[in-house]
């Protein structure tokens, strides 16, 4: 088990499938953490063991595609723990798609803004931090959409094929810095919603959570100090 005992993590989506397992792998390497979620209510009852630790902060009804409930929320976390050593973007969303010209402007400004936004967001707000801190760990979630555009899947594979490239220029531009950038890219995950749209499907050669979250556990421990700008594939199986 990698340790991150004294590392502070902000981990977003922390009320979605991947976002829960990453979080529990984190506090279970010994890390704080600043779990965050859009709604009200929901952390409360996912992380019921954490309400009242000193040691974990559960940040919701947060719209983090909002510039200003961005800031405030890292103000609060740095004011509360000091510093942040690592950011985890789990935030995203899939959507079913059109042809090209027939897709609805609405669809690429939900993808867009649910994909690479929240995480260009939560990026550049937390640079400086810890530019000013030293160094830190950011690990972005992309897909294996990112690598290859498909038919009727335009919208969702460049919102997060932008994550790729919006991690690759981080990780370039931060070097010298001692902040480390990398994005992994899941395949299918395991999870009751893709279970009940695809019920056909082998379930068995999708990825789980858990398995992703370990891959985000090991890029932002220590055991990753020398990989930077890389999209690692996390496929499972498929």
């Known amino acids: 088990m990698k340790n991150l005992n004294g590392k502070i993590a902000l981990i977003t989506g922390g009320a979605g499938n991947l976002g829960r397992a990453t979080a529990r792998a984190f506090v279970g390497a010994g890390a704080s953490t600043v779990i965050v979620d859009r709604a009200s209510g929901r952390l409360q009852e996912i992380y019921a ?3 009242n630790s000193e040691d974990h902060l559960l940040a919701e009804g947060i719209d983090i595609t909002d510039a200003a409930a961005v800031e405030g929320l890292v103000e609060r976390a740095h004011s509360r723990f000091g510093r942040i050593d690592i950011l985890v973007n789990t935030v995203g969303t899939y959507r079913g798609g059109s042809p090209v010209h027939e897709e609805e402007i609405e669809t690429w400004d939900l993808l867009l803004n649910a994909n690479l936004k929240t995480t260009l967001l939560m990026c550049r707000t937390l640079v400086p931090v810890m ?6 760990r950011i690990v972005n979630v992309a897909a294996r959409a990112a690598l290859a555009g498909g038919a009727n ?3 969702y594979s460049a919102s997060k094929s932008a994550v790729v490239r919006l991690t690759e220029s981080l990780a370039a531009e931060l070097k010298d810095s001692g902040i480390n950038v990398n994005c992994v890219l899941p395949g299918t995950i395991d999870t009751a919603k893709n279970r009940e749209a695809m ?4 379930f068995t050669r999708w990825v789980t959570p858990e398995a992703i979250a370990d891959v985000i556990l ?3 421990s220590d055991e990753a100090r020398a990989v930077s700008g890389a999209a690692v594939p996390v496929f499972g199986a498929s």
Do not use: R, S
């Not at 530019?131 to 830190?136: A, L």
């Open 218 to 220: 090991f890029l932002a």
């Open 153 to 155: 899947a335009a919208a």
């Open 199 to 202: 019920p056909n499907a082998d």
């Open 49 to 51: 063991d954490l309400v």
């Open 131 to 136: 530019q000013k801190e030293g160094g830190g």
